[in-house]
């Protein structure tokens, strides 16, 4: 069991927005911003689409959008389109050098 | 071309040791936190291991004791010894780079070696 966790599934239409979730724990998302998204498409390798919470690495589309409220961070994509359909894993780490992933969420577009 | 190269997974049986290795090439391989992240067969992902620029290691408790990493860093390569497999390590095995900033955040993966472990 992740010690993130993410709803199994989420859909949207072309053009709409969809939100992922993300809930942690007060130890690690509630109080570090070391939060992050991955986005993998099947049988590829996951990319790093969000990193501190909010910031895209360069050559991420603007349509990506990170947030976070008390020990629940969240990947909001707007705009969607059908290149969007993936699975998004979340990421968060704390000072004791561990790192969890969410369980993975498929995005259907 | 900046990449990661995995090699050495297989198949093997219970209890059964392998090493993996990972092949840097494109960047300063020395300056950079590595890990290891696996990921089972339909699964999510899943840390393993990290080592950093300085040789400190870090495991989750599902593999330390069993599995060690290390870095060749006048090779370029990482490697990873894993001891007395059990099947729950049956995945395909991602060498990934840290992003060079706070936060352990991997903008390079390898493809990934496939680990079967079965009798």
């Known amino acids: 069991q992740s010690a993130l966790t993410q709803p199994p599934s989420v859909s949207g239409s072309p053009g709409q927005s969809v939100t992922i979730s993300c809930t942690g724990s007060s130890n690690d998302i509630g109080s570090y911003n070391y939060v992050c998204w991955y986005q993998q498409y099947p049988g590829k390798v996951p990319k790093l689409m969000i990193y501190d919470v909010t910031q895209r690495p360069s050559g991420v589309p603007d349509r990506f959008s990170g947030s976070k409220s008390g020990v629940t961070a969240s990947l909001t994509i707007s705009g969607l389109q059908a290149e969007d359909e993936a699975d998004y894993y979340c990421c968060a780490h704390s000072n004791d050098y561990s790192l969890m992933f969410g369980g993975g969420t498929k995005l259907t577009v | 071309e900046v990449q990661l190269v995995e090699s050495g997974g297989g198949l093997v049986q219970p209890g059964g040791s392998l090493r993996l290795s990972c092949a840097a090439s494109g960047f300063t391989f020395s300056n950079y936190d590595m890990f290891w992240v696996r990921q089972g067969p339909g699964k999510g992902l899943e840390w393993v291991s990290t080592i950093g620029t300085s040789g400190s290691t870090f495991y989750p408790d599902t593999v330390k004791g069993r599995f060690t990493i290390a870095r060749e860093n006048a090779k370029s390569s990482l490697s990873l010894q894993m001891n007395s497999l059990t099947a729950g390590d049956t995945a395909v095995y991602y060498c990934?780079?840290?992003?060079?900033?706070?936060?352990?955040?991997?903008?390079?993966w390898g493809r990934g070696t496939l680990v079967t472990v079965s009798s």
């Open positions: 990934a780079r840290k992003l060079l900033r706070r936060g352990w955040y991997l903008d390079l």
